[in-house]
């Protein structure tokens, strides 16, 4: 078939949104996988699909979709691209929207000044709910937060980090970094996302503290690699960085790809993603 679809980018991580509001689509992983490809496909580190609803109250679904094919359950980021897709697309009219995803309902809300504001709801802190295996480890309390040992093999090198645990509706781990730029992402990102304690795979998040209300972050996401930025990596740094006494909402998180803000009032509150959407371009793919 021939897909219409929209490229878009949140500071620079990168989607492909296709309406399937008014087309049926029911891809095999394999099919998500070769629309994510940069060199047989489009391009992207997600694919974003816009759905009519199928829980009440709710003004859409919206499904995301990694390069490798998996369906996770959220994407921040892409929550805005989401957003300013179906107000450019005229599927809605309204400046806040209720989606429904895998993880639950967001509500996204298009600012006067073109950016976009999430709720992203509440972080899920608990670990055996992130999903995080801490059974016989002995965490280490800083402030409200329990810093975790991750225990890594580096070619037959063992090396333990120590990681905050955090769902933002996808589970991460979070460590603090001294300096992101020499941060061992590559290397040690891909051992935290299939480390056995994280039975669905997490985002590998490093973190660099500048001051109370400003980091520097960097993500390994779970089924696509470092990514230029992620939202809801930028959440969950900024819970981690808060519940650990380092840092005060608002946060100003800059990844490689560009800036997003963060806020947040507390355990048991929302956290509030807000940042950029951009359209690159349309096109059409046999698929």
């Not at 800059?254 to 371009?281: H, N």
Request: net charge negative; hydrophobic share 40%.
């Amino acid at each position: 078939m021939k897909l219409k679809f929209t490229k878009m980018h949140g500071a620079g991580n990168d989607f492909v949104v296709i309406d399937g509001v008014n087309q049926h689509i029911d891809f095999t992983p394999a099919q998500w996988q070769r629309l994510g490809d940069r060199r047989f496909g489009v391009g992207a580190d997600q694919i974003l699909l816009v759905e009519k609803p199928t829980a009440a109250g709710c003004d859409f679904r919206y499904r995301i979709f990694n390069a490798d094919g998996g369906e996770v359950e959220q994407c921040g980021n892409g929550s805005r691209a989401f957003v300013k897709f179906v107000s450019e697309k005229g599927l809605t009219d309204k400046q806040s929207i209720t989606v429904q995803t895998k993880a639950g309902v967001i509500v996204p809300r298009l600012e006067a000044n073109g950016s976009i504001t999430v709720d992203m709801g509440a972080p899920i802190l608990e670990p055996g709910r992130v999903p995080f295996d801490a059974e016989g480890l002995d965490g280490e309390p800083q402030g409200r937060d329990t810093l975790w040992p991750l225990l890594l093999e580096l070619g037959g090198a063992r090396e333990s980090v120590l990681i905050s645990a955090v769902s933002m509706g996808n589970p991460h781990a979070v460590q603090v970094v001294e300096d992101v730029e020499t941060a061992p992402v590559e290397l040690t990102g891909p051992l935290i996302e299939h480390h056995v304690r994280f039975p669905n795979r997490v985002n590998a998040g490093f973190m660099q503290v500048i001051d109370r209300q400003h980091v520097k972050l960097r993500v390994f996401e779970r089924g696509v690699g470092e990514t230029l930025a992620c939202g809801t990596g930028a959440c969950a740094a900024a819970v981690a960085g808060i519940r650990r006494g380092l840092l005060d909402s608002p946060v100003r998180v800059d990844a490689r790809g560009g800036q997003l803000s963060i806020a947040w009032a507390g355990e048991g509150q929302p956290v509030f993603l807000t940042g950029p959407a951009v359209t690159v371009f349309e096109g059409e793919i046999d698929i």
